[in-house]
């Protein structure tokens, strides 16, 4: 009597294949009304960065890309190396003259604030501001 009732227990999933699963994107009204950002900052976050900076940094990654495509040949490797070492020069040359630009600038008169804040920012310390909260209506 006992080998009738294991029996008769289901085994398995329960649920057939076929289910309605919930749709895991928001509803449209949400996607309608809360703004959504780009991820990505509008403007560079130290003040020290040039278009200079820009074209070295691009020039590394697509020497970097090429060496990564041709793994073993020696001129992609070269070349990369000497990209690289383009860029950490152009960027150190970028920050040692607006430190220079910068320390300069400073007299008896500028508040401490300002001076703190520019050397935050100069040192590329960013927090981002807060996120905007969103209010119930009760």
């Not at 020497?63 to 073993?72: I, V, Y």
């Not at 990369?80 to 600038?105: D, I, P």
Request: charged share 20%; hydrophobic share 35%; with cysteine.
């Amino acid at each position: 009597m006992s080998d009738d009732i294991v029996t008769a227990v289901p085994r398995g999933p329960t649920v057939s294949g076929s289910a309605v699963q919930p749709d895991p994107r928001p509803p449209m009204t949400a996607l309608q009304t809360i703004p959504r950002t780009s991820g990505r900052f509008a403007e560079r976050l130290v003040p020290w960065w040039s278009a200079a900076c820009t074209g070295a940094v691009g020039a590394k990654r697509a020497a970097f890309s090429r060496l990564q495509r041709h793994r073993g040949d020696p001129q992609c490797l070269e070349a990369f190396r000497h990209c690289r070492a383009r860029a950490h020069r152009v960027l150190k040359e970028a920050q040692r003259a607006s430190w220079k630009a910068y320390v300069s600038s400073i007299n008896g008169h500028t508040p401490l604030t300002d001076v703190f804040n520019k050397v935050r920012r100069i040192a590329g310390k960013y927090s981002a501001p807060p996120q905007p909260v969103l209010l119930s209506a009760g």
